[in-house]
């Protein structure tokens, strides 16, 4: 049996823009996706604070020290700039590996700089 637990996360945020007219997705900052050790193409959820709106969509690469957190397409109806959000990205373990696993938890100012990296909630 696998459980699907928390891989990654980048926690709170703030979107700095909304293209309501790019293909879909949601661009991080190269940075963040490593410090955050997420993947170009992952499967994330997105949770806005402000709103309460959950949605998936996938990471796509902003430009490095831009500090960019970008809702493409149909997801930029569901943030406004400025609105904080938290990007989640789970993975499928098995028992055994969880009980090693540590997820990487990215925390970040209002201006999306990298504050401080965990392997706990």
Same mark, same amino acid.
């Given at each position: 049996?696998?459980?699907?637990?928390?891989?990654?996360? $980048?926690?709170?945020?703030?979107?700095?823009?909304?293209?309501?007219?790019?293909?879909?997705?949601?661009?991080?900052?190269?940075?963040?996706?490593?410090?955050?050790?997420?993947?170009?193409?992952?499967?994330?959820?997105?949770?806005?604070?402000?709103?309460?709106?959950?949605?998936?969509?996938?990471? $796509?690469?902003?430009?490095?020290?831009?500090?960019?957190?970008?809702?493409?397409?149909?997801?930029? &109806?569901?943030?406004? $700039?400025?609105?904080?959000?938290?990007?989640?990205?789970?993975?499928?373990?098995?028992?055994?590996?969880?009980?090693?696993?540590?997820?990487?938890?990215?925390?970040?100012?209002?201006?999306?700089?990298?504050?401080?990296? &965990?392997?706990?909630?």
């Amino acid at each position: 049996m696998t459980l699907e637990m928390l891989y990654s996360k $980048i926690h709170r945020a703030t979107v700095t823009d909304a293209n309501l007219n790019y293909v879909g997705s949601i661009t991080i900052d190269k940075e963040l996706i490593e410090a955050s050790n997420l993947h170009v193409g992952q499967k994330v959820e997105v949770v806005n604070i402000n709103n309460g709106e959950r949605f998936t969509t996938y990471v $796509i690469e902003g430009k490095a020290g831009g500090k960019d957190i970008c809702l493409n397409g149909a997801a930029a &109806r569901k943030a406004h $700039i400025g609105d904080k959000i938290i990007i989640i990205a789970y993975a499928h373990m098995s028992e055994e590996e969880l009980k090693t696993f540590k997820p990487t938890v990215a925390l970040v100012d209002e201006y999306n700089t990298l504050v401080e990296v &965990r392997d706990y909630i």
